[in-house]
């Protein structure tokens, strides 16, 4: 299918792949073909993946996509030489021709695709989580922020990314994952955190004493890195791993390798034959189209309760301020002046941390399934409304003051108490004199929902992040999301200055 | 004309017995409110002394709350003279009689205006990294500086269009009889006065953007409410920790707030004419929110015109 493509819309590139293809046939030929070494680059460290053996010997399920591609391409395991590839060097091995292509545990991503060039992937896999086999409270990323003991290899992606999301859990970092399997099973952290197939090594290490938790909560794809210009080479890679997949040896090779883990074995992930420098800009909306639209959709609907529990919490210090009682405009003006000049931020964090971590107030039934992020969702609810609200009661307040005297005097003169002369004269006439300014609050609401992502909230702002590290299409991501809140606001704006129009009231 | 003889009656024998009793009731429901909650902190250890005596430790300030302080005043510190520096750029771009530069930069605040600042923060910040634009120590710090700079911009550029808007014609024309170019007219009568009048709103925005340096905390930059986090980590009192930082970042926008609020004051009473001072601008535009300033400045001539209840 993606040939189709190539064919229908990339002619240049047809064209320099033709060409590099021909040059490639006319080196091997002179070089002689299949005959000679082949350098692997592998990992040694790695646990059903691939680990150098006491022996010398060299196993696990990297080792044997390798070997079976190598096989493939017309290579005796014999003509196999192995190169220790280490992650930070993965690039530079290539590059500089040490290998001929590497199985390592070497996730695509764009920013790498700018330096090699991938063949597969070969296995789908995602960050997720080891715990003790006798563990039941942890069942995914959620449940560590309660102030578990998290353990990832100092410095890496996989660590920052729970330190991030989840500000609550304490992050021990080891040099290697070895070192934290090690904690893990004396009992001094409560979970390791990296790619679930590498936790599922070494959970295969030590059989029924360990297990994988939770879904995975990124997408990684594994591939056969090689150098740019040989796209001979990486069509035979694929063709062979396509073949391994359809012909039953992948999964014979993971059963064989991770089997022991426990850790069910994923599909084989589709091959993808990308067009070096084929980074079509519609591939990164494409790949995350669902999500992207999910997490604007949980946007709306922050705002929406937050813009709900905003009005009502907001009207009534905007009476207490106008009332007779000195107390209450006391308490109504303090409740302004605290929120308005709290970062949102903090608010957010009081929320998750003072208010349902440490007073127990829950939102959510701790048993769901989905209780953190619901629990998330409604204190930030809670956060953002009790924080526009300050913002709602001054405009209430201003537009109070738009009605003229006369109405208040009449009201009064007709015998009105204060609560009706509210009820019925100044408040109708104030919330249609304020329609713009609270549209305004809704815009900024809109907007504000974004550090919601603070308290883990999967909406745009959380999203967009992850994109950018995922996909190194920055000025792609960047309008993807600039266009979907410009999309919410603008028209947003344009209803509610037209409705104020239509509203106000004509004098 | 006191608030007490619009709204309601002055308050007789009955009324004044009857707010007593409502002032009693709010005072214990707000009381047992604060005992609830503190009675629930205490059982949970949160009053424990260790938890707060960290706080009269110097080395505790030294290593953590000082730099953040520093880092929240560096950035907005900087995002408000850039966005200022911007904004008014913008807003005389906006104000222009070329239509093109007049289009460009309408449509540029309305961009700016539209798009969440932790967004530009985020974006800024991995653009700088690719492209090695500063530092790597540095980087938080420009990332957190463009989002609020663009942003503040944009909304300092519709705050003094308003207050361009809210002079009187006449200084405009008493200009151009004297001769005087479009662009002097604007440089050398209109924005000195609109900036004036402006002022409070803009001594606001700088509260906005004091709040928004804590956005930061999602792209690691070091500002108050990230090493809050910090000092709770370490010494495991988070929420301690974030009721300190609280308290430091109300006091001084209280401050800020109130700094406003008399400008406005003064203001108004140093003026006789109808020039908008815009108090109702400066609350709203502290709300961050885009298109207030204009609406609220007009809001507030009304007012001012017809006189109507006045603002406490």
Redesign the interface.
């Known amino acids: 299918m993606s040939s189709q493509r190539v064919q229908s819309n990339w002619a240049p590139a047809k064209v320099v792949v033709a060409v590099s293809g021909l040059l490639i046939a006319l080196l091997t030929a002179g070089c002689g073909g299949g005959a000679g070494k082949l350098t692997i680059g592998i990992k040694y460290d790695q646990p059903g993946l691939s680990v150098k053996n006491p022996n010398g010997s060299v196993s696990g399920f990297d080792v044997d996509v390798a070997k079976y591609v190598a096989e493939q391409l017309g290579y005796q395991p014999s003509d196999i030489e192995w190169v220790e590839a280490p992650s930070a060097q993965r690039e530079t091995l290539i590059q500089n021709r040490q290998v001929d292509y590497i199985v390592a545990t070497y996730s695509i991503t764009d920013a790498r695709k700018e330096k090699v060039a991938f063949a597969g992937p070969y296995f789908q896999t995602g960050q997720s989580l080891l715990v003790r086999a006798d563990n039941t409270d942890i069942v995914g990323p959620e449940s560590l922020q309660n102030h578990k003991k998290l353990c990832s290899v100092s410095g890496s992606a996989p660590a920052q990314r729970i330190k ?1 999301k989840y ?1 609550g859990v ?1 992050l021990q970092q080891y040099d290697t994952y070895s070192a934290c399997v090690e904690a893990l099973k004396n009992g001094a952290i409560d979970a390791v955190t990296t790619d679930a197939v590498i936790l599922a090594g070494y959970a295969a290490q030590s059989p029924g004493a360990m297990k994988i938790v939770g879904q995975p909560f990124s997408t990684e794809l594994y591939g056969i890195g090689l150098a740019t210009d040989n796209q001979e080479l990486r069509r035979k890679i694929n063709d062979a791993v396509q073949k391994m997949e359809d012909g039953g040896a992948w999964r014979a090779a993971f059963d064989k390798n991770l089997g022991a883990s426990g850790y069910p074995a994923p599909d084989p992930p589709r091959i993808d034959r990308y067009q070096a420098g084929d980074r079509s800009r519609v591939q990164v909306y494409g790949r995350y189209r669902d999500r992207i639209l999910h997490a604007f959709w949980v946007t709306i609907t922050l705002t929406a309760y937050s813009a709900l529990l905003a009005v009502i919490l907001g009207t009534s210090p905007a009476a207490m ?2 009332s ?5 405009r006391l ?1 109504g003006a303090g409740y302004v ?2 929120l ?7 608010i957010l ?2 929320c998750s ?2 208010l349902s971590q ?3 107030i829950t939102l959510a039934d701790p048993n769901s399934p989905t209780s953190i992020a619901d629990s998330n969702f409604r204190l930030a609810v809670l956060g953002l409304g009790v924080y526009t609200a300050a ?1 709602v009661c ?2 209430v ?2 537009g ?6 006369g109405q ?2 009449a009201a ?1 003169s007709l015998g009105f ?2 609560t009706q ?2 009820r019925i004269v ?1 408040l109708p006439q104030a919330f249609r ?1 304020v329609l ?2 609270l ?3 809704l ?2 609401l ?3 929902t ?2 919601a ?2 308290i883990g909230v999967a909406e ?2 959380l999203l ?2 992850e994109m ?1 590290e995922n996909t190194a299409a ?2 792609m991501v ?1 309008t993807i ?2 266009a979907g ?2 999309v919410l ?2 028209p947003l ?1 344009l209803s509610v ?1 037209y409705l104020g129009r239509r509203l106000a009231v004509t004098r | 004309m006191s608030r007490s003889t619009v709204i309601y009656d002055a308050p007789g024998p009955r009324a004044r017995l009857r707010n007593r009793v409502i002032t009693v009731i709010t005072v214990l429901a707000a009381v047992g409110i604060v005992a609830v909650a503190l009675a629930k902190l205490g059982a949970k250890g949160q009053l424990a002394a260790a938890k707060w005596e960290p706080f009269t430790t110097a080395n505790l300030w030294r290593t953590y709350i000082l730099p953040g302080a520093e880092g929240t005043l560096t950035a907005a510190a900087l995002s408000i003279a850039l966005a200022l520096a911007l904004g008014v750029a913008l807003a005389v771009g906006r104000m222009s009689s070329g239509a093109p530069i007049r289009w460009l930069c309408a449509a540029v605040v309305e961009f700016l205006r539209a798009v969440p600042v932790l967004i530009m923060m985020i974006f800024a910040y991995f653009i700088y990294a690719l492209h090695d634009v500063f530092p790597a120590t540095q980087l938080a710090l420009a990332g957190v500086v463009t989002g609020l700079t663009l942003y503040n911009a944009a909304v300092i550029a519709e705050i003094v269009r308003a207050g361009v808007h809210a002079l009187p014609r006449g200084q405009s024309e008493a200009a151009a009889a004297l001769g005087l170019r479009r662009s002097q007219t604007m440089r050398l009568i209109l924005l000195p006065q609109a900036i004036t009048a402006m002022l409070p709103a803009l001594v606001s925005q700088l509260v906005v953007v004091l709040k928004d340096t804590a956005i930061g905390y999602q792209i690691t930059f070091v500002e108050m409410v990230r090493q809050g986090t910090v000092v709770g980590s370490q010494y495991g009192n988070y929420l301690p920790a974030l009721l300190v930082i609280a308290a430091l970042m109300i006091t001084v926008n209280a401050t800020l707030s109130g700094l406003a609020v008399r400008l406005e004051a003064r203001l108004r009473r140093s003026r006789r004419s109808a020039v908008a001072t815009a108090p109702a601008a400066a609350q709203a535009a502290q709300i961050d929110v885009p298109g207030t300033a204009a609406t609220a400045s007009n809001t507030v001539a009304g007012e001012v015109a017809t006189g109507q209840i006045r603002p406490a």
Do not use: Y
């Open positions: 991030d500000p304490q301020r106008l007779p009682v000195p107390t209450l308490l002046t605290v308005r000049n709290t970062p949102l931020t903090l964090l009081f941390f003072g440490t007073l127990g913002f001054e405009s307040r201003a109070v003051n738009t009605v003229p005297l208040a005097e009064r108490t204060f002369n509210l100044l004199s713009t300014p549209g305004s609050v815009i900024a809109v907007k504000n974004t550090i992502s603070a745009a702002a967009m992040k950018i920055l000025l960047g999301f600039a809140f410009i606001t603008l704006g200055t």
